[in-house]
Nanobody, 123 residues
Framework: QVQLVESGGGLVQAGGSLRLSCAASGRAFSSYAVGWFRQAPGKEREFVAAISWSGVSTVYADSMKGRFTISRDNAKNTVYLQMNSLKPEDTAVYYC????????????????WGQGTQVTVSS
């Protein structure tokens, strides 16, 4: 079992930055791949980025490439999402999720989820 807690969301102006954290508890978190997803009101859950258990491999949604960076510190059981050059369309609830195998971009592949953190970008 893995428990995930997101933090770091908030209100920011367009062009600003936020860093989200996903803190994990439970056994062997370092063996889990982690993904970030987001969901805006009335829209489907959307893939943002994912990172392998070792942190060596990462993948991003096209619209986030060059603006968002995912990283992890297994010693701290934490995964980060650095978000720069934020746009109003980035407004959503952001979730982290974990899976004990290779990461994917489909939210249905993930087994454990946090409660989400709200990110609001004003224009």
């Amino acid at each position: 079992q893995v428990q995930l807690v997101e933090s770091g969301g908030g209100l920011v102006q367009a062009g600003g930055s936020l860093r989200l954290s996903c803190a994990a508890s439970g056994r062997a978190f370092s063996s889990y791949a982690v993904g970030w997803f987001r969901q805006a009101p009335g829209k489907e859950r959307e893939f943002v980025a994912a990172i392998s258990w070792s942190g060596v491999s990462t993948v991003y949604a096209d619209s986030m490439k060059g603006r968002f960076t995912i990283s992890r510190d297994n010693a701290k059981n934490t995964v980060y999402l650095q978000m720069n050059s934020l746009k109003p369309e980035d407004t959503a609830v952001y979730y982290c999720a974990a899976v004990r195998r290779s990461y994917g971009t489909n939210w249905r592949e993930y087994d454990y989820w946090g409660q989400g953190t709200q990110v609001t970008v004003s224009s």
